[in-house]
């Protein structure tokens, strides 16, 4: 069995989310080691300047997954201890989704599904339009999927040629709870894009892909299906019943803080 | 609801053919060629519309020129990413595809993100008179005054449009632009047009109109009929709905102490509202507003007929004014 990635990221989403008494951890373990291997290995950014112009912009688009986007801007400098501490309460900057003019760092303010893909095509146009050579992340949900702005937006991506644009699909099946037939490559393929297909909890899948990636400001853009697990690594917060939004009581948060020691 | 009353002079801006030689709708695609040409920032996106009229600015600009497809929602996302990538959008397409189906776009990829942007409608209110209710819009200045620090404003001459848009187009702002079909007729000169200022176009003393758009025709028309009668209209112009000129408002109003509001809105929402909230404590104050009844409008015809149908016309003002007077 591989060992688990980002044991300690995943404590410090439990911990907040106990101390906020708010937030989705499945949705953030589903994500995590993505967000992560972005962070620390693909995204140019600098944390003392978060607006610096040559850095690579990550929107979050599924936004109720934030405690993993606000884990690794706390690893990276952009966040403080304080903020952390902060989570959902009242005088933080940060809440139950991002908020773009409070978060250093947090490109868009999402929270509402299907709109993370159009701000990062319009962000991956501006950028073609400048001759700037910046990459653009934008990471959707499948559930998020079923909103039609995501596929308005895909479609211009692709007849815009924004090959400086790679989505990432948090394929975990919940849209599969509404709509069982669900074959998010081939809806993409369908698209014109350039589709590959990874194990989301594997860094050295999603690298692999990712370095294979030219970003060309003139090319087709890329989306990588990543199979994911909801609430990664802990078995109880595993799947998508009761802990979408659920708070762990003192016994259970022993429970899941024994199974990432 | 007032008789109808045919106002055959009504001029269409539409075709070109105006008493001002140039419509508010051809006097965008102008601006946008001069414009384009000095601030490279300036990316225009259409909704498959306007693409013949706004050719020079495409060509002139080709780098800068999007007709993005037919997905008004998605175009106001992009737009919104744009302005995030440093440009200067704007968006152009009929009315109620960008304010009442992208409203969510504008209230969060704009004035949630606090990112600026310029919204370039046609067809405000039952311009397109036979298309019916999925092309009318007239609870546009409603919606979008519920979005905080959202401008808004309703040139109906060319040079209101061009005066207003280089006065704020860049103000950091989203800003949107309800381009009128139809003009009221009167020409202003480029220093009277002040962003978020209003214009006395006559003074008077005894009751105070307050038109916006092609309705300041309609409310000249009725001071000249109730001057018949001794009555003294003050005429307030509008062409900036947001930020309101209240200073302009009050004034007048509390030296007449009746005002009419004429506008082409819903009543619920509409610059009446908004004039009402600003003079409510004046002494003696009466107060009525002409404008769309809070119902669809779903009756066929010209624009003119519409109108007559809401009683947005000379003869309901003139009825007023015989009622206060």
């Known amino acids: 069995m591989k060992k688990l990635p980002n044991k300690d990221l995943r404590r410090k989403i439990v911990d907040m989310v106990v101390t906020g008494g708010d937030g989705h951890i499945p949705s953030a373990f589903s994500i995590i080691d993505i967000v992560t291997l972005l962070y620390k290995k693909i995204l140019k950014f600098d944390a003392k300047n978060p607006g610096w112009l040559d850095r690579d912009y990550f929107i979050l688009s599924k936004g109720h997954g934030c405690l993993a986007l606000y884990v690794n801007l706390h690893r990276h400098g952009f966040i403080t201890d304080d903020d952390i501490a902060m989570f959902c309460k009242n005088g933080g900057i940060l809440g139950e989704h991002p908020d773009r003019t409070k978060v250093p760092g947090a490109e868009a303010s999402t929270g509402s599904l299907g709109h993370g893909l159009g701000f990062g095509v319009g962000i991956a146009l501006g950028l073609k339009i400048q001759n700037l050579n910046n990459k653009v992340f934008v990471l959707v949900g499948d559930g998020e999927c079923q909103e039609g702005t995501v596929w308005e937006s895909a479609n211009v991506a692709c007849n815009r040629k924004l090959g400086n644009l790679c989505v990432i699909v948090d394929w975990n099946q919940s849209g599969m709870q509404l709509m069982p037939y669900d074959d998010m490559p081939k809806k993409w393929e369908a698209f014109g894009w350039n589709v590959y297909i990874v194990d989301g909890h594997s860094e050295g899948e999603i690298l692999e892909v990712l370095n294979k990636i030219n970003f060309s400001s003139n090319g087709i853009p890329t989306v990588i299906v990543a199979n994911t697990i909801k609430g990664k690594g802990v078995p109880i917060l595993e799947g998508h019943g009761i802990w979408h939004h659920r708070i762990p009581n003192p016994q259970e948060y022993l429970q899941i803080m024994e199974v990432l020691r | 609801m007032a008789s109808p009353n045919s106002e055959s002079s009504r001029v269409s801006t539409n075709n070109g053919s105006t008493s001002m030689n140039k419509s508010t709708r051809q006097q965008f695609a102008d601006t946008m060629f001069v414009l384009g040409q ?3 920032n300036i990316v225009v996106l259409v909704g498959d519309i306007g693409h013949g009229m706004l050719r020079p600015y495409a060509e002139a600009c080709s780098d800068r020129y999007y007709n993005i497809g037919i997905l008004e929602p998605t175009m106001l996302t992009i737009g919104a990413g744009l302005a995030a990538s440093g440009l200067c959008p704007v968006m152009h397409t009929i009315t109620p595809f960008m304010i009442e189906r992208g409203f969510e776009q504008l209230k969060l990829d704009f004035c ?9 409608t046609v ?9 019916g209710c999925t092309h009318h819009c007239y609870g546009d200045f409603a919606l979008l005054k519920t979005l905080p620090g959202t401008e808004i404003c309703f040139p109906a001459s060319a040079i209101e449009f061009d005066q207003l848009f280089r006065q704020s187009y860049k103000n950091n702002k989203l800003t949107v ?6 003009s009221h007729g009167y020409e202003f000169k480029n220093k009277d047009i002040v962003f978020g200022k209003g214009i006395c176009v006559k003074e008077g003393k005894d009751v105070t109109i307050i038109a916006t758009g092609p309705q300041l025709q309609t409310a000249l028309e009725a001071s000249d009929k109730i001057s018949n009668n001794g009555i003294s209209a003050e005429i307030i112009y509008i062409h900036t709905i947001s930020p309101l000129d209240l200073a302009i408002i009050r004034t007048s109003i509390e030296k007449t102490k009746k005002v009419i509001v004429v506008e082409e809105h819903m009543r619920s ?9 600003a003079v409510y404590d004046v002494p003696g104050l009466k107060f009525h507003s002409v404008s769309i009844p809070d119902k669809f409008v779903t009756c066929y015809g010209t624009y003119e007929q519409l109108l007559d149908f809401c009683g947005i016309t000379s003869a309901s003002i003139v009825e007023i004014c015989e009622l206060w007077f």
């Not at chain 2, 929402?269 to 909230?277: A, E, M, Q, S, T």
């Open chain 2, 38 to 40: 000095l601030d490279k």
């Open chain 2, 177 to 182: 632009y309800r381009i009128a079909g139809y």
């Open chain 2, 112 to 120: 949630y993100h606090q990112l600026p942007g310029n919204i370039v």
């Open chain 2, 123 to 131: 067809g405000s209110a039952f311009d397109y008179s036979n298309l």
């Open chain 2, 269 to 277: 929402g509409g610059l009446g509202d908004d004039v009402l909230r």
